[in-house]
């Protein structure tokens, strides 16, 4: 969800530095990024039948030894020990790790009962949640331009509650889980590719023990075929290579061509779950939906309009 120096986020990038030209390696390696986070509900449908937290501590596990490798390749192996003896980035951290972990586990579990629009809906109002963290922790100002898009998302969500009937939690919850980490790991010098080495470090212990624990009391699915352990060893190449893709990309982007790209990922959500998972899909959550597009197009005119 940033070797570059900015990270994950399927949209929501922690720091990155300007680019005045965009390259054509920085763009592939974005579009990389963002089409596979796009096409990761395909990936996760197949395992609709394994618990969530089974799923989530998989990908936490099996990203480690794809994370540690990369880093190897780029030669920054070095950066991690003085993170780990600076207790406040490494609490901030291990802050984040659980916010990312919960962040993964409500998408599996979105994905698996047929919830995929929703958790589109939450990735498309990620930017704006972030806006909105900028003015109430950072003390930046709105622009009318932001303030009219907030206002649109807001009411979104209020006719989908109201009129619709159905309180948006899982877009809410994976927005706000997004934007968070990404406000938080903006206040640490730490890399994306070493912070997120670190972050699944800081996970691996837990998950272990969980899928130990799962196995040990039989419920575990691991080792019940050898379809169900292919998918879950791949979940750590699934997991880590859009986040490694991405911070390679944002390098060689201006900051306006990864606010652009950064709908992809959700638009093909989108396009996935109601075209080949034919999931429902009312009046009200595509009242809704045309809101939220309309407060994006608000949104990244007033951002284009700005100097990259």
Known sequence: MRVAEAEPKPMNAPTVQSQSVDT????????????????????????????????????????????????????????????????????ILFITALIISSNWTIYVWAIAVERTLEAALGYYINPLFTVAMGAAFLGERFTRAQMVALALAALAVLLLTVLGGVFPWISLALAISFATYGFLRKTIDVGPSQGFLIEVMLLAPFALAFIVWREASGHGVFFESVSNTALLLGCGPVTAAPLILYAFGVKGLRLSTVGLMQYLAPTLMFLTGLFIFREPFSFWQAVAFVMIWAALVIYTWSALRKPA
């Open 24 to 91: 054509r390696t920085g763009f592939f390696n974005a579009l990389g990024a963002y089409l596979l986070w796009g096409i990761l509900p395909l990936y996760l449908k197949l395992l609709q039948d394994i618990n969530a937290f089974e799923v989530m501590a998989h990908r936490a596990l099996w990203s480690l030894p794809v994370a540690g490798v990369v880093l190897w390749l780029i030669g920054r192996t070095s950066d991690i020990l003085p993170t780990f003896k600076n207790p406040r980035k490494l609490g």
